[in-house]
């Protein structure tokens, strides 16, 4: 066996990777500044990191699109975080980007994501001083630096915060551009066939260009969308997909808002998903002594200390509490 120390392996990225892409010796660092691992890089600290933190673990408890569903086969948040993962490193590895960072960044990307999936960014808005609005993206930044402190990379922290398309400024890495495209690409093409396995939509209900260029099926868009993304970020010299592609995924999602995420279907879902949410910080804020230490900042106000809370909460514990907390009680 060989024994390739992380200054090899720091070595090896500038002789193997593209010029574009972030080297790990290059990093602009951490918060608070560490001694160098003898074997990882920087970025696999990271990643590693964030396997093992209780953040991420939260993740196979928390909702995609349908809320609590009961089926097996249904995507969680921690299943998309996988298939992020995937698509990303596929794309970072055909580019010659990094691999690592760019698994770090996929792998944390949700884990600033309240229960319910975006129905708790909406149902937590309301909350936030001024026209801001609550998002996961930044809450996800807040978690991995302070609520349970990982001392990740600047890069890392950036790819997170810039994850979804409505923050700007964009991501500074190409890495965190992939994540990006990863994303989207992942929960649209999961989002659908959980739809269709949920007797929502059926594939043809579909954009008729979907499924001439994409594939007949949710399990050829994987590939064509992600050699794609390969194909014209490397003659372009950027990270992005050509027009037509973007134009196909930009008409899905518009189908998708409209016949899933905004669908009747799943309007009394969404409506019980804002009020448990909205329950619950309320009636955390006004006991702020009930919320774990562990969960929060000390110094935090009590309407903070709540949304802290309640955003890490899984949609079960969220359900469960609520349930204890609210339930009508007969004697």
Not at 45 to 59: E, G, N, Q, T, V
Not at 238 to 246: F, G, T, Y
Not at 269 to 279: F, G, S
């Amino acid at each position: 066996m060989l024994r390739r120390e992380r200054e090899e392996r720091e070595r090896r990225e500038h002789e193997g990777l593209a010029r574009e892409a972030t080297k790990a010796d290059r990093s602009r660092g951490r918060a608070e500044p560490e001694e160098p691992d003898r074997f990882r890089t920087v970025f696999e600290r990271d990643r590693d990191r964030i396997i093992h933190s209780k953040a991420f673990r939260r993740l196979k408890h928390k909702t995609q699109v349908f809320l609590n569903p009961e089926g097996d086969h249904y995507v969680t948040r921690l299943t998309h975080t996988i298939q992020v993962t995937q698509v990303g490193r596929a794309m970072a590895v055909g580019l010659g980007l990094n691999e690592t960072l760019t698994e770090a960044i996929c792998l944390a990307h949700d884990t600033g994501h309240s229960p319910f999936g975006h129905t708790g960014e909406e149902a937590l808005t309301p909350f936030v001083e001024g026209e801001a609005e609550w998002l996961h993206s930044a809450h996800g930044v807040r978690t991995l630096s302070l609520l349970e402190p990982l001392n990740l990379t600047e890069e890392v922290l950036d790819g997170i915060r810039a994850h979804s398309w409505r923050v700007d400024p964009p991501p500074s890495t190409p890495e965190g551009y992939l994540c990006r495209f990863a994303d989207r690409i992942a929960y649209l093409t999961h989002d659908v066939a959980d739809a269709i396995r949920a007797d929502v939509i059926t594939y043809g209900d579909l954009p008729t260009s979907t499924l001439t260029t994409f594939g007949p099926s949710a399990r050829d868009w994987i590939g064509t969308t992600i050699t794609n993304v390969i194909e014209t970020s490397a003659d372009k010299g950027a990270v992005s997909m050509d027009a037509e592609h973007l134009e196909v995924m930009d008409e899905l999602r518009d189908f998708m808002f409209e016949r899933v995420y905004l669908s009747a279907e799943t309007e009394s879902q969404k409506n019980r998903a804002v009020r448990v949410i909205r329950d619950l910080v309320e009636w955390y804020t006004r006991h702020p002594a009930q919320v774990p230490d562990s969960y929060t900042v000390p110094d935090a106000e009590p309407l903070e200390r709540a949304i802290d809370y309640v955003a890490g909460m899984t949609d079960r514990y969220a359900l469960n509490r609520h349930d204890q907390l609210f339930r009508p009680t007969l004697f």
